[in-house]
């Protein structure tokens, strides 16, 4: 798995820009020694390198879909809400939006893992060895999930991680 997302030239840009409100230094560096991105402050840098042991330790779900159809439901089933799912497409919103909002109720982000350590399986299956080798679409929606993730979990020091 930590093959997969080495020395990418695009995650940090896809995945840790959007929350550089929170953590300014978005920038990442990866550690050949470590064979991990390199620990700086005010990053997301440790964060992602346990989201990636996580995602690895994931068991892989053969219908990814389903698991962000979870998350989406969530956010479905709030009273008032405005976002359903047709014809095989959720509206009301954006995809990403959609999953960040409903990935509060999804507990230790397990759904959300589960859908991407799917993409991840699916991107290998298709010959993309890599996370910077993805179909664009694709990365981009695995950078969505990846972005969630570390958003819901940015409230936790990375060493309580182990207890979510």
Do not use: C
């Not at 969530?74 to 509206?91: D, F, M, N, T, V």
């Not at 960040?100 to 299956?125: K, M, N, P």
């Amino acid at each position: 798995m930590r093959k997969f997302f080495a020395r990418s030239e695009l995650i940090d840009h896809d995945v840790l820009r959007p929350l550089a409100h929170a953590k300014g230094n978005w920038e990442v560096s990866w550690d050949a020694h470590t064979q991990r991105y390199e620990h700086e402050e005010d990053s997301f840098a440790k964060y992602l390198n346990l989201l990636i042991d996580d995602i690895a330790e994931t068991a892989v779900s053969p219908r990814y879909h389903d698991n962000e159809d979870v998350v989406a439901g969530y956010l479905a089933s709030r009273p008032g809400s405005k976002i359903e799912k047709k014809g095989g497409r959720w509206i009301g919103g954006d995809y990403g939006w959609i999953l960040e909002q409903g990935g509060f109720d999804d507990i230790d982000q397990g759904e959300l893992l589960t859908s991407a350590i799917g993409r991840v399986t699916a991107a290998l299956e298709r010959g993309q060895m890599t996370y910077d080798e993805m179909e664009q679409g694709h990365r981009l929606m695995l950078a969505d999930v990846l972005t969630i993730i570390l958003y819901h979990r940015s409230n936790y020091e990375p060493d309580d991680w182990s207890d979510l």
